[in-house]
T-cell receptor, first 110, second 113 residues
Framework: SQQGEEDPQALSIQEGENATMNCSYK?????LQWYRQNSGRGLVHLIL???NEREKHSGRLRVTLDTSKKSSSLLITASRAADTASYFC??????????WGAGTKLIIKP | EPEVTQTPSHQVTQMGQEVILRCVPI?????FYWYRQILGQKVEFLVS????????KSEIFDDQFSVERPDGSNFTLKIRSTKLEDSAMYFC???????????FGPGTRLTVT
């Protein structure tokens, strides 16, 4: 399987804490993207990191990419209740196709 | 901010019936996609479309599926003879040339009974 695999499958933390989600993949990639999905809703693009980048920031989000280990992480700092959602990593392969994992379900407890 | 729209939000159909799911991509986007997500499972790529033709399709996208861009704004997914296992959320997405970010619509929940 070429799909991205998120870890953990579910994560529950207190509001204000940091949340870290990891992703591993098997194929060579052009870039890797993270998406958020609120329950029963559409997918929202969060951040894209190119294969030649190691780290990228966007607001409270920090993404790292280690192409030698074929892994990525998404850190959400100072979590808020509104961050409760499922988070998907989607590596983009050499055919420019996004490969989806099962996601991490993040619950932020108030 | 421009966004991808999809209609209907929920479609209930009987097994064997044809359904057409509609999408209006963002106006200056040229690449279009359909994905599906069976409840509780991962997102699955169905097809990508560029320059009025299919550029990639997955194994799921068999002969019962077809896509069309009937005019300058709509992008449709047709399922000719629906099966129970076609029940899923169907997402349309679009992107601009030279950008890898895909913008997703809110989805159409298809329920086949």
């Amino acid at each position: 399987s070429q799909q991205g695999e998120e870890d953990p499958q579910a994560l529950s933390i207190q509001e204000g804490e940091n949340a870290t989600m990891n992703c591993s993949y098997k194929t060579s990639i052009n870039n890797l993207q993270w998406y958020r999905q609120n329950s029963g809703r559409g997918l929202v693009h969060l951040i894209l990191i190119r294969s030649n980048e190691r780290e990228k920031h966007s607001g409270r989000l920090r993404v790292t990419l280690d192409t030698s280990k074929k892994s990525s992480s998404l850190l959400i700092t100072a979590s808020r209740a509104a961050d409760t959602a499922s988070y998907f990593c989607a590596p983009m392969d050499s055919n420019y196709q996004l490969i989806w994992g099962a996601g991490t379900k993040l619950i932020i407890k108030p | 901010e421009p966004e991808v729209t999809q209609t209907p939000s929920h479609q209930v159909t009987q097994m064997g019936q044809e359904v057409i799911l509609r999408c209006v991509p963002i106006s200056n986007h040229l690449y279009f996609y359909w994905y599906r997500q069976i409840l509780g499972q991962k997102v699955e790529f169905l097809v990508s479309f560029y320059n009025n033709e299919i550029s990639e399709k997955s194994e799921i996208f068999d002969d019962q599926f077809s896509v069309e861009r009937p005019d300058g704004s709509n992008f449709t997914l047709k399922i000719r003879s629906t099966k129970l296992e076609d029940s899923a959320m169907y997402f349309c997405a679009s992107s601009v040339p030279l950008s890898y970010e895909q913008y997703f619509g809110p989805g159409t929940r298809l329920t086949v009974t």
